[in-house]
C-alpha cells in the first residue's frame, strides 16, 4: 500500500474531489475513471485509459479538521493500492499480458510491492510513503498449567478487552462487576438523575461499560502503540456497533448512546466464546498462599449473598472510583504509591460561541468544535481542560452517599446547546493531607463532601464572574446548564483549597487570550471535577503482576491507562501477559 499524507481540501468537497487529488498526486491521468464501492470506507477506481499504475482501491487512514479560519480545510492520510498496468520500463516487476494491459496482481504479492516501492521512488515526494500497515497479533501461548478460570474484577474498558481476548484465544474468564449490566445500570442512573436516590453499587462511575460508558466516549490516546493494539481496540468497537469514521477521525469518539450498545455486544459475544459474567458481584477480600493468589471473597450487592472462588489468576481492573476495593486491598498489604492528578471544575459556554471561535464563518458546515487549553500559573501549577464535551451535557457522576463529583457526557450526535469542559490543576502528594498511598482519595473526598453540601446534594454551580469575586450566584446569564442531576445555585469557592480556585481563575482568564470571552462573567461553573484519574499506583513487575503473584493490576485505577482507548489497551497487555505465562483451559 502507498501512503499518501497531507491532502487538502475544502470542507465542502465531493468524493470525486478527494479521489481527484489522490490522483494529482500519484501524477496518474484521470481518464475516464470509474469508481465502484464494494465497501464502506473503501473505494475502487478502475482507470483503463492512461496504462500507468492506475488505482485500485484506497482508504481513508486520517481525517481531521485545519481549524484556520480564513481558510478551513479538512486534511486526509490516505493509503492506496494499485491496480498496476505496467506499460515500457514497469514490465520487468511482474507478469504482463500484452493483449489485456493489465497487470496480474494476484500472482505475486513481493512483485506488487516492489512495484509500488518503485513508483514511490520514481514520484519523490516526502507526502508520499509505503504504508506500515500495523496488524494486532495475540502472543504464543504459555504452557503453564492454569488450575482454575481467570477472574476479571471489574468490567469496565480495561476489563472488557482482557476478557474478550482471554475468552477469543480459550482462556473462558469469569468478569465480576460490582455494579449493574448496562441497560439495568441505566435505569438507575436515570433514576438518580430524575430522584436523585444513588445507588451506591450502580452508577455513572461502577457497572458494565465502566465510567466511560457516561462520558463523550473519546477514543484518541496519547500513548505511542508499535504493535497495533490501538486499532485493534478501534475495530473491534467498529465490529460491535461503533461508526466506522472512529478509524481515521482524528479525535474520535463514540458518545454514551452508542457505547453502550457496544459493551453489551462485546459482552455478549465473550459469552459465546466461553466467558461469564456476575453482575452485582464485589470484591471483598482474597486469601494468599506462599506469596500466590488462591481464593477470592465476593458478596452480591443486591442479596448480600457471599461467594468464594478459587483463584489462580486474578485482573484487577476496577476503575478509579472504587475507593473501598482500594483500602480493602491496602489492608491486604498490596504494594501502592501516590501519584500526582487533577482536580477543578467544569465549565459550560454556548456552544455556538465555541464554535464561531474555532471555525468562523464555517461553524455551521461542521461538527461541533472541540478545544484544548493548558497553561501554567506564576505559581507553577498547571492548570488545563480535560475531557472537553461538544454539544455536551455535566453529570452528577456521584458514586457515595453525601458526596458529589461532575463528569462532562455527551451523545454521538453532540448536538446539545452548551459545550462544557473540566478546567482542571495538578495537585500533587506534597498536597495531600496524609502521606499514605490513599491521601489522594481521602483529598477526593474532602472535596466531594464540601461540593455536597454547597448543592444540598444537587450539582453545585456558579457563574465564573461570581466565583472571581468569591460570591454566591443568586441568578445565572445566558448560559443555561444543560445538566444530568438537579443543580443548586451555590459558591464553589467553599468547596476548594485556595491554591485551586486561585489556578483556576488564572487558567479561565488566560484562556481568553485563545478563545474570545472564554472567561465571560456568564459562564457557569460546576463542581467538583474530582475523578479526572487515579490518585495512585499499584506497581507491577516485569510479568505485570502486583507483589502478590496472580494479581494483575490493570487499567486506570491501577494507574495504567488515561481514557477508554488506552485502558482497553492495558486491558489488552494483561491478557498477554497471561496469555504468555499460561496455556488456554479449552486445549
Not at 484506497?58 to 498496468?85: E, G
Request: with cysteine; charged share 25%; net charge neutral.
Amino acid at each position: 500500500m502507498i501512503r499518501i499524507s497531507q491532502i487538502k481540501l475544502p470542507i465542502t468537497h465531493t468524493k470525486e474531489d478527494l479521489e481527484d487529488a489522490i490522483m494529482k498526486q500519484l501524477k496518474i491521468r484521470d481518464g475516464s475513471s470509474k469508481l465502484n464501492r464494494k465497501e464502506k470506507n473503501t473505494s475502487h477506481i478502475n482507470d483503463n485509459k492512461t496504462g500507468k499504475g492506475s488505482i485500485n482501491s484506497y482508504k481513508i487512514v486520517k481525517k481531521s479538521i485545519d481549524a484556520r479560519k480564513d481558510d478551513v480545510k479538512y486534511i486526509y492520510t490516505i493509503d492506496v493500492s494499485l491496480n498496476a498496468h505496467l506499460p515500457g520500463k514497469f514490465r520487468s516487476f511482474g507478469k504482463y499480458d500484452d493483449n489485456s494491459s493489465e497487470y496480474n496482481t494476484a500472482s505475486d504479492d513481493n512483485t506488487l510491492s516492489a512495484f509500488e516501492e518503485s513508483f514511490v521512488k520514481k514520484l519523490n515526494n516526502p507526502r508520499i510513503s509505503i504504508a506500515e500497515i500495523k496488524k494486532y497479533h495475540f502472543v504464543d501461548h504459555g504452557n503453564k498449567k492454569m488450575n482454575h478460570k481467570p477472574v476479571i474484577t471489574g468490567a469496565g474498558p480495561a476489563g472488557l478487552f482482557c476478557a474478550y481476548l482471554l475468552a477469543l484465544n480459550g482462556y473462558t474468564p469469569i468478569i465480576i462487576e460490582r455494579g449493574e449490566d448496562v441497560d439495568t445500570r441505566q435505569k438507575s442512573v436515570d433514576h438518580f438523575f430524575e430522584n436523585d436516590i444513588l445507588n451506591p453499587e450502580s452508577n455513572v462511575q461502577f457497572g458494565e461499560g465502566g465510567a466511560g460508558t457516561f462520558s463523550d466516549g473519546k477514543l484518541n490516546t496519547m500513548v505511542k502503540d508499535k504493535t497495533g493494539r490501538n486499532h485493534f481496540v478501534l475495530e473491534t468497537f467498529v465490529r460491535f456497533g461503533a461508526d466506522e469514521k472512529i478509524l481515521y477521525m482524528n479525535k474520535p469518539h463514540i458518545g454514551t448512546d452508542v457505547l453502550s450498545v457496544v459493551v453489551k455486544n462485546m459482552r455478549n459475544e465473550c459469552i459465546r466464546l466461553g466467558a461469564t459474567f456476575l453482575f452485582n458481584t464485589k470484591l471483598t477480600d482474597f486469601e494468599i498462599n506462599n506469596g500466590h493468589i488462591s481464593c477470592i471473597h465476593t458478596e452480591n450487592t443486591k442479596t448480600g449473598d457471599k461467594k468464594s472462588f478459587l483463584c489462580d489468576v486474578m485482573v484487577l481492573a476496577i476503575g478509579h472510583s472504587s475507593r473501598d476495593t482500594f483500602q480493602m486491598l491496602y489492608d491486604n498489604h498490596i504494594f501502592m504509591e501516590p501519584k500526582a492528578f487533577a482536580m477543578g471544575v467544569r465549565i459550560e459556554h454556548l456552544r455556538d460561541m465555541i464554535d464561531t471561535s474555532q471555525y468562523g464563518d464555517f461553524r455551521h458546515l461542521l461538527p461541533a468544535a472541540d478545544y484544548k487549553l493548558a497553561t501554567q500559573t506564576d505559581g507553577g501549577r498547571g492548570v488545563y481542560s480535560f475531557c472537553m464535551c461538544p454539544g455536551g451535557y455535566v453529570v452528577n457522576s456521584s458514586s457515595e452517599e453525601g458526596y458529589t463529583c461532575v463528569n462532562g457526557m455527551s451523545y454521538s450526535g453532540r448536538n446539545g446547546s452548551n459545550s462544557n469542559s473540566a478546567i482542571i490543576v495538578t495537585v500533587t502528594p506534597d498536597d495531600f493531607y496524609d502521606n499514605t498511598p490513599l491521601g489522594g482519595l481521602r483529598l477526593q473526598r474532602e472535596l466531594e463532601k464540601a461540593a455536597y453540601q454547597a448543592g444540598k446534594g444537587h450539582i453545585p454551580v456558579q457563574m465564573f464572574g461570581d466565583f472571581k469575586n468569591n460570591i454566591l450566584s443568586d441568578s445565572l446569564g445566558d448560559i443555561i446548564p444543560q445538566t444530568k442531576g438537579k443543580i443548586t445555585l451555590s459558591n464553589l469557592r467553599n468547596i476548594f483549597p485556595t491554591f485551586i480556585s486561585e489556578s483556576l481563575i488564572k487558567g479561565i482568564d488566560a484562556f481568553s487570550g485563545k478563545i474570545k470571552n472564554y472567561n465571560r462573567y456568564d459562564a457557569v461553573l460546576s463542581g467538583v471535577e474530582s475523578r479526572t484519574s487515579s490518585p495512585l499506583k499499584i506497581p507491577r513487575n516485569e510479568s505485570f503482576e502486583s507483589n502478590i503473584l496472580g494479581i494483575y493490576p490493570c487499567g486506570e485505577g491501577a494507574g495504567y491507562a488515561g481514557g477508554i482507548t488506552s485502558a482497553g489497551m492495558d486491558g489488552i497487555r494483561i491478557a498477554e501477559a497471561i496469555g504468555l505465562k499460561y496455556a488456554p483451559l479449552t486445549d
